[in-house]
C-alpha cells in the first residue's frame, strides 16, 4: 500500500494488526512468517516475534533472555474494521478516528453495503477523476452486454455544459454536472449529428440524487483521502475508495450502497448488489469501459492536458485538495511543507526529464 509492504496478522481481541512487511533483523518478509502465538507474528527466519505494535516480544533463537525484547521494534500501522474492510491509517502524524476518514452511510445500519475490491493498473488519482468527468455519454455510449440490462436504451445528453461546484469542506468538494444537453447535437466541423441515432433510446435516466441522499446537495463528491462518491439515485450510491499500491496500480474499493428501511428491502438490496449491480455496473461499466481507457499502458497522465469546464472538478480536486490533507495541514504548523516539497521534486524531475 502506498508503496510499502504490509504484513497482517490477527490481533489479540479480534481485530487486524499490521507491521511493515520487513524484520528488523535482517529483512526477511514478516508476512512470510507464523502466528505461533496469540496476537503475535513469528519471522519466517529466526524466529524473532512481534506483538501488535510491532515490539520484539521473544528472540527466539537468541534465548529467553535476549536483550532485543522490547527494544527491537518494526513499524506499525493502526488498523479499524468496518463493513468487513481493514483500514489502515498510514499518515505521518497521529491517527484521527476512522469516522472521519470513512464515508458516513458505512456507519450507519439503514444502509446495505456490500464492498467489491480488485487491483486496477492505473494510478489512483485517475480513478477519482474518473468518476465525475464527462465521459458518461460518450465512453458508455453503448456496447452489446447493454441489451441485457436494458442500459443500452436509457437517454443519454450529448455533452456536458459545465460543472457546478455546490460545496467544498475541509476534506471534500461536491459539484453537479450540467446535464440537460439534449440527445443529439450538430457539430459543424464534422457536418454530422452526434450521437448518430438515438431513436432507441428511450429510457429515462433515473432521478439523480441531488438534494435527497441524505440532504446532499451534490451528485458527485470527490472527498480526502481518496473517496469518490456518485449518487446515483434517490437511495443508491456508488462509493469508490481508492487505495494506492503503487505509482500504477490501485486496489480499488467500491461500496454499492442501497438505503433501506424493511428486512425484505434490506434482503433484496444484497442480493441486488452481490449479483446485478456488480455484474452490470462495477465489472461490465467500470472494470470493461472505464478501466481499459486509463490504465497506466493507454493514458499518460504527465502529458500535457488542456482542461476545460467539464474539468473544473478536477481543477478543484488538483489544486485543493492535497493542500487540505491531513499530514499536509499538520506538519504545516510545524515548518514541514510537504506538497511545495513535492511540486519542487516533481519540477525538478521534469527539468531532468527536459534536460
Ligand atoms: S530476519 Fe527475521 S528473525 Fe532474522
Ligand atoms: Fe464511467
Redesign the pocket.
Known amino acids: 500500500m502506498l508503496g510499502e509492504d504490509i504484513a497482517f496478522f490477527p490481533g489479540k481481541d479480534g481485530g487486524i494488526a499490521a507491521l511493515w512487511d520487513r524484520?528488523p533483523?535482517?529483512?526477511?518478509y514478516?508476512s512470510r512468517g507464523f502466528c505461533l502465538f496469540d496476537g503475535t507474528v513469528s519471522?519466517?527466519?529466526?524466529?524473532?516475534t512481534f506483538d501488535e505494535t510491532g515490539t520484539c516480544v521473544a528472540?527466539l533463537?537468541e534465548g529467553p533472555d535476549s536483550g532485543l525484547n522490547g527494544k527491537l521494534r518494526v513499524r506499525h500501522y493502526p488498523t479499524a474494521v468496518v463493513r468487513g474492510v481493514v483500514f489502515v491509517w498510514m499518515g505521518e502524524t497521529e491517527p484521527v478516528p476512522i469516522e472521519e476518514d470513512v464515508p458516513e452511510e458505512l456507519f450507519d445500519p439503514e444502509y446495505v453495503a456490500v464492498p467489491y475490491a480488485s487491483i486496477w493498473p492505473m494510478n489512483w488519482t485517475l480513478t477519482i477523476e474518473n468518476s465525475g468527468d464527462s465521459h458518461n455519454s460518450y465512453l458508455h455510449r453503448f456496447r452489446l452486454r447493454r441489451l441485457i440490462n436494458f442500459s443500452a436504451f436509457q437517454q443519454l445528453p450529448a455533452y456536458w455544459s459545465g460543472i457546478r461546484i455546490v460545496e467544498e469542506t475541509d476534506n471534500s468538494i461536491g459539484f453537479v454536472p450540467a446535464v440537460d444537453a439534449p440527445q443529439q447535437a450538430y457539430y459543424p466541423g464534422v457536418e454530422a449529428k452526434w450521437s448518430r441515432q438515438v431513436w432507441w433510446r428511450w429510457r429515462k435516466q433515473r432521478k439523480p440524487g441531488v438534494e435527497t441522499m441524505a440532504k446532499q446537495p451534490y451528485r458527485n463528491q470527490y472527498r480526502l483521502p481518496s473517496i469518490a462518491r456518485v449518487n446515483t439515485s434517490i437511495t443508491h450510491l456508488h462509493t469508490r475508495y481508492a487505495t494506492p499500491v503503487d505509482e500504477n496500480h490501485t486496489l480499488m474499493w467500491t461500496f454499492g450502497v442501497i438505503r433501506t428501511q424493511t428486512w425484505w428491502q434490506k434482503l433484496w438490496a444484497k442480493f441486488y448488489l452481490r449479483f446485478w449491480y456488480y455484474i452490470f455496473t462495477i465489472r461490465g461499466v467500470n472494470e470493461l469501459e472505464d478501466l481499459p481507457v486509463q490504465r497506466y499502458d493507454r493514458l499518460d497522465p504527465t502529458a500535457p492536458q488542456k482542461l476545460g469546464a467539464n474539468d473544473q472538478a478536477i481543477i478543484y480536486w488538483r489544486r485543493r485538495m492535497p493542500l487540505k490533507s491531513r499530514d499536509n495541514v499538520r506538519l504545516w504548523k510545524k515548518g514541514v511543507h510537504i506538497v511545495e516539497e513535492m511540486e519542487a521534486q516533481e519540477l525538478a524531475a521534469q527539468q531532468e526529464v527536459g534536460d
Open positions: 524484520c533483523h535482517r529483512g526477511a514478516l519471522c519466517p527466519y529466526h524466529g524473532y528472540a533463537t
